[in-house]
């Protein structure tokens, strides 16, 4: 019987078998995974394997060829993103307008989508590079992806302990005539967002103020929401309560402009990423703004 084998890098280390044997088979049902390991179709290092087997860098696993479906040709991606850093840990990218980060329902493309295809021959198994958070879909700027499992663990975890700070603009209805610290429950969950007023404008009779955010938590759609709680939803944005059309249809202004990181961070990534606003944002401001 002909096997494939497929070896073992340092992002495998330590994980089960069969967590890693359902990347290689992943369009087989659990069921069959652990049939192939009962009838000896699927080795480490030539010998028999359970389904707890934890993995060792360097292992080789030999799955049985009939298993294994055939590989899909590999296209790149990444010219669809502007790079703003990447390393072995972490890529940070421009998020554009319009592209959700995690797969829609009927939708024709998303960032998480682009970049398994734009991923090149790993050395890791189970490891797949993924967006390590959400930005919404008509949100722009930097987004964090995943280059290794270990940048992914460090980037997680200081985004729970809140020591990765992130800084949008973003335009508001009405008039922002302070700096302003909001703490509200979003989602049932706490939320808190500084508003710092930049300047003012008026459009379509509307007065609104381009805001600086800066994001002490990161709830789900929370300078959104926010903005609305407070009377100054983003214009525009007809979910949170604003009529207010703008120039070729666009949902709202939001940008994701800067990510702080600790300096000594171990995923070697400079201490501020920061992405420019997008042409259509800044012809906008530059326009009607004053």
Same mark, same amino acid.
């Given at each position: 019987?002909?096997?494939? =084998?497929? #070896?073992? !890098?340092?992002?495998?280390? !330590? #994980?089960?078998?069969?967590? $890693?044997?359902?990347? @290689?088979? &992943?369009?087989?049902?659990?069921a069959n995974v652990y049939a192939a390991l009962r009838k000896k179709l699927i080795k480490v290092n030539g010998g028999k394997a359970s389904a707890d087997t934890r993995i060792v860098n360097g292992d080789i696993i030999s799955v049985a060829a009939f298993l294994v479906p055939q590989s899909s040709p590999h296209h790149t991606q990444e010219a669809a993103f502007k790079t703003l850093f990447k390393n072995e840990n972490l890529w940070l990218i421009d998020k554009p307008y319009g592209i959700p980060v995690q797969p829609e329902k009927g939708g024709l493309q998303d960032i998480a989508t682009l970049i398994a295809a734009s991923a090149p021959p790993s050395s890791s198994i189970a490891f797949r590079p993924a967006p390590?958070?959400?930005?919404? &879909?008509?949100?722009?700027?930097?987004?964090? @992806?995943?280059?290794?499992? +270990?940048? %992914?663990? /460090?980037?997680? &975890?200081?985004?729970?302990?809140?020591?990765?700070?992130?800084? *949008?603009?973003?335009? %508001?209805? !009405?008039?922002? +005539?302070?700096?302003?610290? /909001? &703490?509200?429950?979003?989602?049932?969950?706490? %939320?808190?967002?500084?508003?710092?007023?930049?300047?003012?404008?008026? *459009?379509?009779?509307?007065? *609104?103020? *381009?805001? #600086?955010? +800066?994001?002490?938590?990161? #709830?789900?759609?929370? $300078?959104? =929401?926010q903005t609305a709680m407070h009377g100054h939803p983003l214009l525009g944005d007809r979910s949170y309560g604003s009529d207010c059309p703008l120039p070729n249809s666009r949902a709202y202004f939001l940008h994701a402009a800067a990510l702080?990181?600790?300096?000594?961070?171990? %995923? !070697? $990534?400079?201490?501020?990423?920061?992405?420019?606003?997008? =042409? =259509?944002?800044?012809a906008f401001i530059s326009s009607s703004l004053h």
């Open positions: 019987m002909d096997f494939t =084998e497929f #070896r073992a !890098g340092s992002n495998d280390e !330590g #994980r089960r078998l069969d967590r $890693i044997i359902k990347h @290689i088979l &992943k369009d087989n049902p659990q390590l958070h959400r930005l919404d &879909k008509y949100t722009t700027g930097v987004l964090a @992806i995943s280059q290794s499992l +270990s940048g %992914a663990m /460090w980037f997680s &975890k200081a985004l729970q302990e809140h020591s990765i700070g992130k800084t *949008y603009f973003g335009i %508001a209805e !009405g008039t922002i +005539s302070q700096e302003e610290l /909001w &703490k509200d429950e979003v989602a049932g969950k706490h %939320a808190e967002t500084y508003a710092v007023p930049l300047s003012t404008g008026h *459009y379509h009779g509307r007065t *609104y103020t *381009y805001t #600086r955010f +800066s994001i002490a938590t990161g #709830r789900k759609h929370q $300078i959104r =929401e702080a990181v600790p300096a000594d961070n171990p %995923a !070697g $990534i400079p201490p501020l990423i920061q992405a420019p606003l997008p =042409e =259509e944002f800044a």
